[in-house]
């Protein structure tokens, strides 16, 4: 069976860094887009952006270039969403989403979400 | 960047009746060297993630019921939900996988009459 399992929900303070994870099973993990999206409290999609973990292509949406990374380590079949600095407004559920070679950054398949607060 | 746009933002319908939701791209969606559209629909109930029903604009996806349809070319299309069951209250999204952003509409929101 092909899934995607996120990370458990995060508590943060501003400033802080943090990393929250994707881990895909039961596909060729190397083979597929993985793709990020944001979505707010109460509001819709937001796409963020994707990586090709073959060889760690990254895509970035112009409203999340450089504040947030994306990653990949094929040895364990896992994708990563990075920030350094968080701050109040990334509070949000951060979804990860597979999809094959020649639809980049549609989303075939979702994980759970990551469910992320940033308060002080 | 290609916007996205939905209509209507919420719609009422009976139970066994047809539910049409329109997503329109500022640009076209429709590359021309493989004559597909890059357009998805999405469906997302409460407390869930998304699930993919269509893509291609009209390709079903597996396993979702034949009452869900997706249409139209270029910049204009159309969800249709031919039969609305109870499970089909959620909100559905369209997504252009065209280009960067590859962004969503803004969400069209299916409730029972």
């Known amino acids: 069976e092909v899934q995607l399992v996120q990370s458990g929900a995060e508590v943060k303070k501003p400033g802080e860094s943090l990393k929250i994870s994707c881990k895909g099973s039961?596909?060729?993990?190397?083979?597929?887009?993985i793709g990020w999206v944001r979505q707010m409290p109460g509001k819709g999609l937001e796409w963020m952006g994707v990586i090709y973990p073959d060889d760690s292509r990254t895509t970035y949406s112009p409203s999340f270039q450089g504040q947030v990374t994306f990653s990949a380590d094929k040895s364990v079949s896992t994708a990563y969403l990075q920030w350094s600095t968080l701050k109040s407004s990334d509070t949000a559920m951060y979804y990860c989403a597979i999809s094959e070679k020649e639809a980049a950054g549609r989303g075939d398949l979702w994980g759970q979400g990551t469910l992320v607060t940033v308060s002080s | 960047d290609i916007v996205m746009t939905q209509s209507p933002d919420s719609l009422a319908v009976s139970l066994g009746e047809r539910a049409t939701i329109n997503c329109k791209s500022s640009?076209?969606?429709?590359?021309?060297?493989?004559?597909?559209?890059?357009l998805a629909w999405y469906q997302q109930k409460p407390g869930q993630p998304p699930k993919l029903l269509i893509y291609?604009?009209?390709t079903r996806e597996s396993g979702v019921p034949d009452r869900f349809s997706g249409s139209g070319s270029g910049t204009d299309f159309t969800l249709t939900i031919s039969s609305l069951q109870a499970e089909d209250v959620a909100v559905y999204y369209c997504q252009q996988y065209y280009s960067t952003p590859k962004d969503f509409g803004p969400g069209t929101r299916v409730d029972i009459k």
């Open positions: 039961g596909y060729s993990f190397t083979n597929y887009w």
């Open positions: 640009q076209s969606v429709l590359y021309s060297s493989n004559n597909k559209n890059y």
């Open positions: 291609w604009a009209s």
